[in-house]
Protein backbone atom coordinates (compact mmCIF):
# COMPACT_ATOMS: atom_id res chain seq x y z
CA UNK A 1 0.00 0.00 0.00
CA UNK A 2 1.32 3.45 -1.26
CA UNK A 3 1.63 5.77 1.98
CA UNK A 4 3.24 9.25 2.59
CA UNK A 5 4.23 10.30 6.15
CA UNK A 6 5.77 13.85 6.67
CA UNK A 7 7.21 15.08 9.76
CA UNK A 8 9.91 17.98 10.79
CA UNK A 9 7.31 20.57 11.31
CA UNK A 10 7.19 22.72 14.52
CA UNK A 11 7.38 26.17 15.62
CA UNK A 12 10.20 28.86 14.38
CA UNK A 13 11.37 31.86 14.65
CA UNK A 14 11.59 34.29 11.80
CA UNK A 15 15.09 33.92 10.15
CA UNK A 16 15.08 30.45 11.25
CA UNK A 17 15.51 26.94 9.43
CA UNK A 18 13.73 23.24 9.36
CA UNK A 19 14.20 20.17 7.43
CA UNK A 20 10.74 18.67 6.71
CA UNK A 21 10.78 14.83 5.87
CA UNK A 22 8.44 12.69 3.90
CA UNK A 23 8.89 8.86 4.18
CA UNK A 24 7.49 7.10 1.36
CA UNK A 25 6.74 3.11 1.54
CA UNK A 26 4.60 1.44 -1.39
CA UNK A 27 6.74 2.54 -4.19
CA UNK A 28 10.43 3.87 -5.07
CA UNK A 29 10.42 7.80 -5.15
CA UNK A 30 13.57 8.03 -7.64
CA UNK A 31 10.92 6.23 -9.54
CA UNK A 32 8.86 8.72 -9.71
CA UNK A 33 8.27 13.22 -9.72
CA UNK A 34 8.10 14.08 -6.44
CA UNK A 35 6.71 17.55 -4.90
CA UNK A 36 6.22 19.93 -1.69
CA UNK A 37 3.01 21.96 -1.71
CA UNK A 38 1.88 23.92 1.40
CA UNK A 39 -1.19 26.01 2.32
CA UNK A 40 -2.07 28.31 4.95
CA UNK A 41 -5.15 29.13 6.07
CA UNK A 42 -8.01 30.71 4.07
CA UNK A 43 -5.75 30.24 0.94
CA UNK A 44 -4.97 27.76 -1.76
CA UNK A 45 -2.88 25.02 -1.54
CA UNK A 46 0.13 26.20 -3.69
CA UNK A 47 2.72 23.65 -5.44
CA UNK A 48 6.16 24.44 -3.63
CA UNK A 49 9.37 22.64 -5.05
CA UNK A 50 9.50 19.36 -7.46
CA UNK A 51 12.31 17.14 -7.49
CA UNK A 52 11.76 14.86 -11.32
CA UNK A 53 12.39 11.31 -11.20
CA UNK A 54 16.15 10.29 -11.34
CA UNK A 55 17.00 9.45 -15.54
CA UNK A 56 20.01 7.21 -15.95
CA UNK A 57 21.63 9.90 -18.46
CA UNK A 58 20.28 13.22 -17.83
CA UNK A 59 19.73 12.65 -13.56
CA UNK A 60 17.44 14.58 -12.33
CA UNK A 61 15.99 18.15 -12.23
CA UNK A 62 14.50 20.60 -8.94
CA UNK A 63 12.26 23.40 -10.12
CA UNK A 64 10.73 26.24 -7.33
CA UNK A 65 8.31 28.54 -6.96
CA UNK A 66 9.69 32.05 -7.14
CA UNK A 67 8.86 33.20 -3.22
CA UNK A 68 11.23 30.52 -2.26
CA UNK A 69 13.87 30.15 -4.58
CA UNK A 70 17.14 30.68 -3.15
CA UNK A 71 16.06 29.61 0.61
CA UNK A 72 14.24 26.09 0.19
CA UNK A 73 15.95 22.84 -1.20
CA UNK A 74 13.92 20.00 -2.50
CA UNK A 75 16.25 16.42 -2.04
CA UNK A 76 15.78 12.82 -2.07
CA UNK A 77 17.56 9.83 0.05
CA UNK A 78 17.13 6.83 -2.46
CA UNK A 79 18.34 4.56 0.51
CA UNK A 80 16.06 5.69 2.88
CA UNK A 81 12.96 5.98 0.24
CA UNK A 82 12.20 9.56 1.73
CA UNK A 83 11.91 13.18 -0.08
CA UNK A 84 13.22 16.25 1.93
CA UNK A 85 12.76 19.86 2.28
CA UNK A 86 15.41 21.98 3.86
CA UNK A 87 13.68 25.42 4.84
CA UNK A 88 15.96 28.38 5.63
CA UNK A 89 15.59 31.93 6.31
CA UNK A 90 11.83 31.19 7.22
CA UNK A 91 9.23 34.04 6.93
CA UNK A 92 5.73 34.27 8.73
CA UNK A 93 4.61 34.25 5.10
CA UNK A 94 6.27 30.42 5.18
CA UNK A 95 4.12 29.38 7.79
CA UNK A 96 1.78 26.38 6.72
CA UNK A 97 0.50 22.84 6.55
CA UNK A 98 3.39 21.31 4.28
CA UNK A 99 2.32 18.55 2.07
CA UNK A 100 4.36 15.94 0.38
CA UNK A 101 2.82 14.80 -3.03
CA UNK A 102 3.67 11.72 -5.23
CA UNK A 103 2.53 11.36 -8.56
CA UNK A 104 2.54 7.63 -9.11
CA UNK A 105 1.39 5.61 -12.09
CA UNK A 106 -1.07 8.57 -12.96
CA UNK A 107 -2.42 9.00 -9.37
CA UNK A 108 -1.86 11.81 -6.93
CA UNK A 109 -1.29 10.43 -3.23
CA UNK A 110 -0.54 12.39 -0.33
CA UNK A 111 0.80 12.41 2.72
CA UNK A 112 -1.11 14.27 5.85
CA UNK A 113 0.98 17.04 6.37
CA UNK A 114 2.87 18.76 8.79
CA UNK A 115 2.67 22.56 10.38
CA UNK A 116 5.39 25.03 10.10
CA UNK A 117 4.58 27.83 12.46
CA UNK A 118 6.62 31.04 12.37
CA UNK A 119 6.59 32.88 15.09
CA UNK A 120 8.82 35.36 17.34
Known amino acids: QLQLVESGGGLVQPGGFLRLSCAAS????????MSWYRQAPGKERELVAV????????????NYTDSVKGRFTISRDNAKNTVYLQINILRPGDAAVYYC?????????WGQGTQVTVSS
Open 101 to 109: KAAVRGSSH
Open 26 to 33: GFTVSDYD
Open 51 to 62: ITRSFLTAGETT
